[in-house]
């Protein structure tokens, strides 16, 4: 007969383990007396004594290793002081400290964490996925470490992704730590100051690339297929050609999605929505600018241009009214050698600079995802404002070192009449006495509900109609009184409110669309689905 665990098997069981938050009882049950202090405790005080502890790190990066460290000591206080704290932590678990981190990754590892996949691993996926301890996963996150952020090719330190994403999977919609596994495909790095680095844990081998690297991956998703058949799989942060041949590869075969193409079209999508109730203009009649053409921005396009067309304009013209510019300006047909994916968007126009192209365009909303710093000039947000009377600026790099502007450059360079909202989180800005909240465009917003929503009725495709419902639901939890302070996202500590809706729209389109594989619940109304999913949310208080 088995036993159950008890002792020092209970207190270094990450899962099990309250530290000194156990009761009299417990104690006695699970033969924990002498191996704690006398004084019992609650989750309360020990969430007061974790945030007194984190506080006096003097860098973001130790505050960083010392809650992913107590992660690996006591899970259930590690997310339920990631809930209750979700401003000031989120941007140390994941944007912008998980850029540093990931960068010093290799430096700072502590415990393995996650799932790594290489080359070597060709032909025994399914023996060796077996070996991860979780047998009901249901959300996976997987990167190949070539993109991260706007920090290029970090190889296996990329890690640091998934892992910070299936956390906020967890706090953001109560998706079961157990059910998340984070996934590397180490498949080496092109990045010569890691491979001579002798910390490095990744392949010290130059990128796989072409059939091979498919393969690979190919391998991995038939397995999951096999050994995690309910599972969600986001691919995350691969340089564009890989992310846009992955996801239209396997979008239409199994229930996957690209959170940089289609969860930051989402987010920001529900920004423009909630934009143009402060600027007034009609969606329909919207000119919008994107300063980058990688995955992100096209991505953002897809979805914008789909929306349009709900509106009852055709393709054409709906692509008529998104313009993109990149390092050698505007992006027009007489170009050479660009990619597949921008092609749709080329514009039958003379070559010409950013500035010729906003004074052609005459954009009402300006979207950077170039992930370098500073080329929001002033020039062109004065242009912007000129121009318009309320115009809207997206600066959605990351981390805050890659932002095409700071808030405070934004509302000083348009007299505090901008529509602003940045990737990282931005302090208020003071402007002539007045105090404005910058919003924080962040996909955290989008992708947990989600994947709570794909989870929960157990959909075989996430579709592009799930994304423009996402987007909708977010735009539409933006109250009056956030609009009056320039706010154009809801507050980020209601962000379990706000997957548990997205959930239910995303489940609602995949019962619609025929797609669902679990039974609708019996109270088929909105109230009824939204009680059968909360249901389904991890509660880690004790």
């Keep these: 007969m088995k036993k159950n665990p008890c002792g020092f098997n209970v207190l270094h069981n990450a899962k099990l383990n309250k530290g000194s938050a156990f009761s009299e009882a417990e104690r006695d049950q699970y033969g924990l007396r002498g191996l704690l202090p006398a004084g019992a405790t609650t989750q309360v005080i020990q969430i007061q004594r974790a945030l007194e502890n984190m506080r006096r790190k003097a860098y973001d990066i130790e505050r960083y290793i010392f809650l992913f460290a107590l992660q690996g000591r006591n899970e259930r206080l590690f997310y339920q002081l990631l809930i209750e704290h979700i401003n000031e932590l989120m941007p140390i678990i994941y944007t912008p400290t998980v850029g540093l981190a990931c960068q010093q990754f290799a430096h700072i590892f502590r415990e393995p964490r996650g799932f790594y996949i290489t080359p070597d691993d060709r032909g025994r996926m399914h023996e060796i996925l077996c070996n991860w301890p979780e047998k009901d996963v249901r959300m996976i996150v997987i990167t190949d470490g070539q993109r991260i952020l706007g920090l290029g090719d970090l190889g296996a330190n990329g890690m640091g992704i998934p892992i910070g994403k299936l956390a906020l999977y967890t ?295 799930m994304f423009l419902a996402a987007a909708a639901t977010l735009a539409n939890m933006v109250q009056p009184a956030h609009l009056e302070q320039g706010v154009i996202y809801p507050p980020l500590e209601d962000i379990r409110a706000i997957s548990l809706a997205i959930a239910c729209a995303v489940a609602e389109k995949a019962y619609e669309q025929n797609l669902a594989q679990k039974p609708a619940p019996k109270d088929v109304s909105k109230s009824g689905l939204q009680e059968s999913i909360a249901k389904l949310m991890y509660d880690p208080s004790y």
């Design 171 to 465: 706090a953001g919609a109560g998706i079961h730590p157990e059910q998340c596994l984070p996934v590397m495909l180490d498949v080496g790095t092109n990045n010569q100051e890691l491979r001579d680095d002798p910390l490095y844990l990744g392949i010290k081998k130059p990128r796989l690339t072409g059939a091979a690297y498919h393969e690979l991956v190919e391998e991995f998703v038939g397995t999951v297929q096999d050994i995690f058949p309910k599972a969600v799989i986001q691919f995350e942060d691969f340089l564009t050609p890989n992310a846009y041949a992955l996801l239209n590869t396997y979008r239409d075969r199994v229930c996957c999605f690209n959170d940089d193409i289609q969860g930051t079209a989402a987010m920001v999508l529900a920004g423009i929505y909630s934009s143009i109730r402060i600027s007034g203009h009609k969606f329909p009649d919207l000119r919008i600018m994107f300063l980058g053409a990688g995955s992100a921005a096209t991505g953002m396009a897809d979805l914008i241009q789909r929306a349009l067309c709900n509106t009852g304009m055709n393709n054409d013209e709906a692509v008529q009214r998104l313009w993109f510019v990149d390092e050698n300006g505007l992006v027009v047909k007489s170009r050479k050698e660009l990619a597949e994916h921008i092609l749709p968007y080329t514009k039958d126009q003379p070559a010409m600079s950013f500035v010729e192209a906003i004074k052609l365009f005459k954009p009402q909303i300006l979207i950077g995802a170039t992930g370098v710093q500073g080329t929001f000039t002033e020039e062109v947000i004065r242009l912007m404002a000129e121009i318009n009377e309320r115009p809207a600026i997206f600066a959605l790099s990351n981390p805050s070192s890659h932002t095409e502007c700071t808030a405070q450059q934004a509302y000083d360079w348009t007299d505090g009449r901008v529509i602003f909202a940045s990737g990282s989180p931005s302090e208020d800005v003071s402007f002539q006495g007045k105090t404005f909240h910058p919003g924080q465009g962040n996909n955290a917003y989008i992708f947990p509900g989600v994947g709570l929503g794909a989870i929960a009725c157990e959909t075989s495709r996430i579709t592009e109609e």
